[in-house]
């Protein structure tokens, strides 16, 4: 169980839930997509989003700002929200402009506003588990897209919802964050996600 909960952790962390987001996106739309457009997107988010995070990370261990991977105190969480906002902005006004579409634009818009407001509660000394943050995301993500393009995608949510029910799970079992810390990224995920639906739903 202890690996297995490992796992889940790894597998949603918050480094690949933008790339989760838009490997969704293209699986769902309605709208006509060549597949120079979909590489035209996914190869830059997964480089902005994973490859340049987890490089930064290491850079940032091995000068001393970060202890681990884990990044248990609020000091340390603080530069990787700075460089995560920093390359989400870089997908918001380089990549997604150059192959435009109105849901993936405003699915990032939403988890930049997520990631700024995390990043203003640890200012005031509150922490969210921005694992949550990014499932919570996820989850009214798809269920937007859901509606948007009026598709049955009440099994994937199932889905989704399970999964963050054990990544919550994961959190709690290895002590990395409260329960008010949980169902406070949670929230602030979907919520995030929520304020996005008028201007593209």
């Known amino acids: 169980m202890k690996a297995f909960l490992k796992f889940i952790a790894y597998a949603l962390h918050p480094v690949f839930i933008p790339l989760y987001g838009s490997l969704i996106y293209f699986q ?3 709208k006509y997509t060549s597949l120079e457009m979909q590489i035209g997107n996914l190869l830059p988010i997964f480089i902005l ?6 490089i930064s990370f290491l850079i940032l261990r091995n000068i001393g700002i970060v202890n ?3 990044m ?4 340390e969480r603080k530069y990787p929200i700075y460089i995560s906002i920093i390359l ?3 997908i918001i006004y380089k990549v997604i402009p150059n192959n435009y579409t109105i849901e993936l634009y405003y699915y990032f818009i939403g988890l930049v506003i997520a990631l700024f407001t995390v990043l203003v509660l640890l200012f005031a000394r509150f922490s969210n588990s921005i694992h949550m943050v990014g499932i ?3 989850i009214m993500y798809m269920i937007n897209l859901s509606v948007h393009f009026e598709i049955n995608l009440t099994l994937s949510i199932s889905v989704l919802i399970l999964l963050g029910g054990l990544l919550a799970s994961s959190r709690l079992y290895f002590r990395t964050h409260s329960k008010l810390e949980i169902v406070g990224g949670l929230l602030l995920g979907v919520t995030t996600q929520f304020m996005t639906l008028n201007y593209w739903l």
């Open 72 to 75: 248990s105190t609020i000091k």
């Open 136 to 138: 919570g995301s996820l």
């Open 28 to 30: 769902v739309t309605r």
């Open 88 to 90: 989400l902005f870089m």
């Open 49 to 54: 989003s994973v490859i340049i995070p987890i």
């Open 68 to 70: 681990s991977l884990a």
